[in-house]
């Protein structure tokens, strides 16, 4: 397992380096399953920032935002590999079996899907291996501490 760390002093740089991973990710040849980021931490942590920062790299223009009342949101994703961010957050989920509502399996077997799982450690037992980690944690005021797993 492969671990990095990184400490953000602002939102703006926890943004970017979620958009640094999407510039990575947009330049990306298609693999055989979807690209899964696992993004686990506190309420307001920053995932959902993140998130759009992932977004912004991946050349998506529309708005992010947390899809926690209704699982998932799909953006299309032009000019790379891969045609979908899947955002999904998985706050309010109770039973694994909620996950069946957005074809979870089929879209983590998709090769032309990026899916970032807010709260993932919630359904760590359908996220498959190879899956980027990164957890989120308070370090300050506005400081995060990001590590990303492997």
């Keep these: 397992m492969r671990k990095k760390s990184h400490i953000t002093k602002t939102p703006q740089e926890t ?8 510039d990575t990710l947009r330049a990306t040849k298609t693999r055989k399953r979807a690209f899964i980021i696992a993004l686990s931490g506190d309420l307001g942590s920053g995932k959902t920032l993140f998130v759009r920062g992932l977004a912004r790299g991946l050349g998506i223009r529309a708005r992010v935002s947390s899809p926690t009342f209704i699982l998932a949101r799909r953006h299309s994703i032009s000019q790379s590999s891969f045609k979908n961010l899947w955002h999904v957050d998985c706050y309010r989920m109770k039973l694994l079996s909620e996950l069946s509502h957005i ?20 359904i760590r037992k359908r996220i498959p291996k190879n899956t980027l980690w990164v957890t989120i944690d308070h370090a300050g005021q506005d400081e995060r501490a990001i590590v990303f797993k492997i």
Excluded at 15 to 22: Q, T, V
Excluded at 110 to 120: K, L, R, S, T, Y
């Design 15 to 22: 943004k970017r380096l979620g958009r640094i991973l999407g």
């Design 103 to 122: 074809n979870f399996s089929k879209i983590a077997n998709d090769p032309f899907n990026v899916i970032a799982i807010e709260w993932a450690e919630k």
